[in-house]
């Protein structure tokens, strides 16, 4: 294009940028979501047995489990923890590159969002299973139920992991259990540890909730209630002295304390009651359905 043409054009952009655009209403700022203040308060970590740490936030878990080989997260709550997290893993000793491992129940946006950029800042290596592998490389994004809403940082899976399947920290292992429903990678994590001199066997079961989901003739997730049934029967059967959920307070106790819980819900209490609040769920979107 000749140079005179290109000045007239510009020319032109210029003139509707100030005679035309000005008048034009702004477009809006991007907005993220909120969520309630327990999910952002944090807590001082503490000790719930002798190699179990709590770092989380007073309403969303987050474990360290120190072996002799390193430590895992489990779990790290909303994206703006990052900070907390890597603050937290230095008052209780975790040195730089001692976090070996990343691991969590599902991926959605409270428990998966600062996950990357723990990663990024300590080296840990993330596993999870297959599905919940394409969720955390989407940061969440085209949830099933949840659309784009709830999106964080994209986290790369470094391990695909097997039901059943261990994470060895040398003294102490971190079994998977998969359990789908809440999303299709739902995981739970058993490991044995050590409390006041007993042995105690934790369960860390991934959320048995349905909030708002089609539970019938769900188009992407047609097994949904299958998954869920099956997850309640394998949930009531894990090694469970010591129940710890996502969300503290469906297991009955409130992180603030600074105490582990002492007289917990036991696994089969927990799926007991999440599989009621699902038959009442499913039974009123049956007689909801023409």
């Known amino acids: 294009m000749p140079p005179h043409r290109i000045a007239l054009s510009g020319c032109l952009l210029l003139a509707c940028a100030s005679a035309g655009f000005a008048a034009e209403t702004p477009l809006p700022q991007l907005k993220a979501y909120e969520v309630r203040e327990s999910w952002r308060q944090p807590v001082a970590p503490f000790r719930i047995a002798d190699r179990t740490w709590y770092v989380g936030t007073a309403g969303l878990s987050a474990l360290v489990v120190v072996g002799k080989d390193g430590a895992v997260l489990v779990d790290g709550g909303m994206p703006q923890a990052a900070d907390m997290l890597l603050s937290h893993l230095r008052e209780i000793g975790i040195a730089n590159g001692q976090l070996k491992w990343i691991v969590h129940s599902h991926a959605h946006a409270d428990h998966a969002g600062p996950l990357a950029a723990v990663q990024r800042a300590t080296g840990a290596r993330v596993a999870t299973n297959a599905e919940s592998a394409v969720l955390l490389a989407r940061g969440g994004s085209d949830d099933l139920h949840f659309g784009d809403a709830l999106v964080y940082p994209p986290v790369k899976t470094d391990r695909l992991l097997l039901e059943g399947e261990v994470v060895d920290l040398g003294d102490v292992q971190l079994r998977a259990h998969f359990t789908p429903g809440h999303t299709p990678g739902g ?21 048995l909730s349905a909030p708002g989901y089609d539970l019938h003739g769900h188009a992407r997730y047609p097994r949904i209630a299958e998954d869920y049934r099956a997850t309640f029967t394998k949930v009531r059967a894990l090694p469970c002295d010591l129940l710890l959920t996502p969300h503290p307070d469906a297991s009955g106790w409130a992180p603030e304390t600074a105490k582990a819980p002492t007289t917990p819900m036991n696994c089969r209490a927990y799926a007991d009651n999440a599989e009621r609040q699902f038959d009442k769920q499913s039974a009123e979107q049956r007689k909801a359905t023409p």
């Open 187 to 207: 995981l739970t994590w058993t490991w044995t540890d050590t409390r006041d001199g007993k042995s105690v066997r934790i369960a860390y079961v991934d959320s």
